[in-house]
């Protein structure tokens, strides 16, 4: 069974650049996958797709098999969590407020207005900053916290928002090597214990070979590799990270030396 079911979308923007160009893929229930490809290669914005944050130009997608437009965005909305590059916290609010905000999609909108939050979402999010190993952090503030810290935070955000998906947009790109270390520990763990669908898009070959079960590479739009970790040859990250009309790439002979 998919969770993820992508078929022929397209994303073309106001300005007329076609960022997508048709894209078809299933991504598996629990499964952990990540995105790699050049800067501007469509990424992010096939992640916001997934998310509802953006529309599609055409194609459509479907998450756990229910058609992803405008009539149900808000209840598909609660099952895909966001995790971000620069954590998107509420600085002046405690870590528990900002984890008690992944609630806030399950709540009516006066809810959600007032920032009223229920005894039950006030357990959700204790458990979720105990799964981050954080709660002796709970009543800090947020932007008391380091990098790694707060990414936990998101993650733990994420998780109380209880999703059936997890898409994190370049989450380590802010962080040092340990700490990207274990923000892709954790999100492989919750992988592994919960069976929630992660999909992560990364600029980090060695870590995506590491981590993901699969990698999808794309290129302007469009996917050019796909397959398990151990077919990232030297040949599919050239033909991931290459750029018209560039004889010598920096960037491709970085993603080289990382693999
Ligand atoms: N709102 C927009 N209007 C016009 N063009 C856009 C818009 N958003 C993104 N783009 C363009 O679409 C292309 C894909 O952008 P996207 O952010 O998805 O790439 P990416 O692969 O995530 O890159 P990076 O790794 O740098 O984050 C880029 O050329 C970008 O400039």
């Known amino acids: 069974m998919s969770t993820i079911s992508i078929e022929s979308v397209t994303k073309r923007f106001p300005n007329g650049f076609e960022a997508l160009k048709g894209i078809s893929t299933e991504i598996a229930a ?4 990540v995105i790699l490809g050049p800067s501007g290669a469509g ?6 797709l997934l998310n509802g944050l953006e529309i599609p130009s055409g194609g459509s997608i479907r998450i756990a098999g229910e ?4 009539g149900n965005l808000r209840k598909l909305r609660s099952s895909v969590a966001m995790v971000f590059q620069q954590f998107n916290l509420v600085d002046r609010l405690s870590v528990v407020t900002n984890v008690l905000t992944g609630r806030l999609a399950h709540r009516s909108w006066v809810g959600s207005v007032f920032y009223l939050f229920r005894t039950e979402d006030m357990d959700i999010a204790q458990q979720a900053l105990a799964r981050v190993g954080l709660t002796d952090k709970a009543w800090s503030r947020a932007d ?6 707060q990414q936990r935070v998101g993650i733990a955000r994420a998780l109380a928002q209880r999703p059936k998906v997890i898409l994190a947009d370049e989450p380590v790109a ?8 274990e923000i892709m520990g954790l999100l492989r763990e919750i992988r592994d214990r919960d069976g929630i669908t992660v999909v992560v898009n990364l600029h980090q070959v060695d870590l995506a070979k590491r981590f993901a079960d699969r990698i999808i590479g794309m290129n302007s739009g ?21 750029r018209e009309g560039m004889e010598h790439d ?3 002979d970085l993603a080289l030396a990382y693999a």
């Open 30 to 33: 629990g499964s952990f996958t």
């Open 43 to 48: 990424k992010s914005t096939l992640l916001r």
């Open 67 to 70: 058609a992803l437009d405008k």
């Open 144 to 149: 008391k916290l380091s990098g790694g810290q």
């Open 174 to 181: 802010s962080l040092d090597p340990v700490s990207s270390e």
């Open 222 to 242: 469009r996917v050019v590799f796909d397959g398990p970790p151990a077919e990232l040859s030297p040949q599919a990250l050239r033909t991931i990270y290459q």
């Open 250 to 252: 920096n960037h491709l």
